[in-house]
């Protein structure tokens, strides 16, 4: 028969009677609990382990109160497979005198550390020099009294702050200088070029040993001067005298 595994400070229990059981005297070894010949029987319980536990495993309500004995019970306990056990623990006797029907050493305590995952057999038997007497009524009682395994403690290092520092150039605007150059061209005067200096014309418009020098004095006026004898005006223009006079041409361009 399996029990289930007590919970974190919890107690788990199963009754049973040892004269329904069977005798292990040749199969089973001692453990420190003797174990007898037949006809006394015994009763066999499996338990797998689901952590690292103390367990108190009990048939004696002095020191478990849920547990009870009608007999001189003993509690052997071994580890692995049937055709192969290891001794755990045995005790043929409670650990604080037992008030169960048989008087103070009416049942056993055992106390030990049971691994995950592992699974446990628990003999319930009897010990007496009567044989009736060496089987009976039980109530086994299975406490967990807390972890009893390696506590591994892990050292989290701090988390790594990592800053990142961004530094952005921001370049000076770009100031555009434009030039623009004017030049001012000066005004184009445009002369009416004066008669060249003795100009050729027709006969009757000059005396021919008259000369006559011209200067531009504007834009539309020249300056004659009679170099000699007296002064005819070119053909064309509009009226003077001799001499020296300013003489503004008339509607003729070429003298």
């Given at each position: 028969?399996?029990?289930?595994?007590?919970p974190?400070?919890?107690?788990?229990?199963?009754?049973?009677?040892?004269?329904?059981?069977?005798?292990?005297?040749?199969?089973?070894?001692?453990?420190?609990?003797?174990?007898?010949?037949?006809?006394?029987?015994s009763?066999?319980?499996?338990?797998?382990?689901?952590?690292?536990?103390?367990?108190?495993?009990?048939?004696?309500?002095?020191?478990?109160?849920?547990?009870?004995?009608?007999?001189?019970?003993?509690?052997?306990?071994?580890?692995?497979?049937?055709?192969?056990?290891?001794?755990?623990?045995?005790?043929?006797?409670?650990?604080?005198g037992?008030?169960?029907?048989?008087g103070?050493?009416?049942?056993?305590?055992?106390?030990?550390?049971?691994?995950?995952?592992?699974?446990?057999?628990?003999?319930v038997?009897?010990?007496?020099?009567?044989?009736?007497?060496?089987?009976?009524?039980?109530?086994?009682?299975?406490?967990?009294?807390?972890?009893?395994?390696?506590?591994?403690?892990?050292?989290?290092?701090p988390?790594?702050?990592?800053?990142?520092?961004?530094?952005?150039t921001?370049p000076?605007?770009?100031?555009?200088?434009?030039?623009?150059?004017?030049?001012?061209?000066?005004?184009?005067?445009?002369?009416?070029?004066?008669?060249?200096?003795n100009?050729?014309?027709?006969?009757?418009?000059?005396?021919?040993?008259?000369?006559?020098?011209?200067h531009?004095?504007?834009?539309?006026?020249?300056?004659?001067i009679?170099?000699?004898?007296?002064?005819?005006?070119?053909?064309?223009?509009?009226?003077?005298?001799?001499?020296?006079?300013?003489?503004?041409?008339?509607?003729?361009?070429?003298?």
């Amino acid at each position: 028969e399996t029990i289930a595994f007590p919970p974190n400070g919890g107690t788990v229990t199963v009754g049973g009677n040892t004269f329904d059981g069977a005798n292990y005297k040749d199969t089973f070894p001692s453990c420190g609990a003797t174990i007898m010949d037949p006809p006394v029987k015994s009763l066999i319980y499996n338990l797998v382990a689901t952590s690292d536990q103390t367990l108190t495993i009990s048939t004696c309500d002095a020191d478990v109160p849920e547990a009870a004995s009608s007999f001189d019970s003993s509690i052997t306990v071994y580890e692995g497979d049937c055709d192969d056990l290891d001794c755990v623990i045995a005790a043929q006797n409670g650990k604080n005198g037992c008030s169960g029907g048989y008087g103070p050493e009416g049942g056993a305590t055992v106390e030990f550390c049971a691994e995950q995952g592992k699974t446990y057999r628990i003999m319930v038997h009897g010990m007496d020099a009567y044989c009736e007497e060496a089987m009976g009524d039980f109530v086994l009682a299975i406490r967990d009294d807390g972890f009893c395994g390696t506590t591994t403690t892990t050292t989290i290092p701090p988390p790594t702050t990592t800053t990142t520092t961004s530094t952005t150039t921001t370049p000076p605007p770009t100031t555009t200088t434009t030039t623009t150059t004017t030049t001012t061209k000066p005004l184009t005067t445009t002369t009416k070029p004066c008669p060249p200096w003795n100009p050729l014309g027709e006969a009757g418009d000059y005396n021919a040993f008259i000369k006559y020098d011209f200067h531009a004095t504007g834009a539309d006026s020249c300056l004659a001067i009679a170099v000699g004898g007296d002064a005819k005006l070119p053909t064309g223009w509009s009226s003077g005298i001799s001499q020296q006079n300013e003489y503004f041409p008339g509607p003729k361009t070429d003298y």
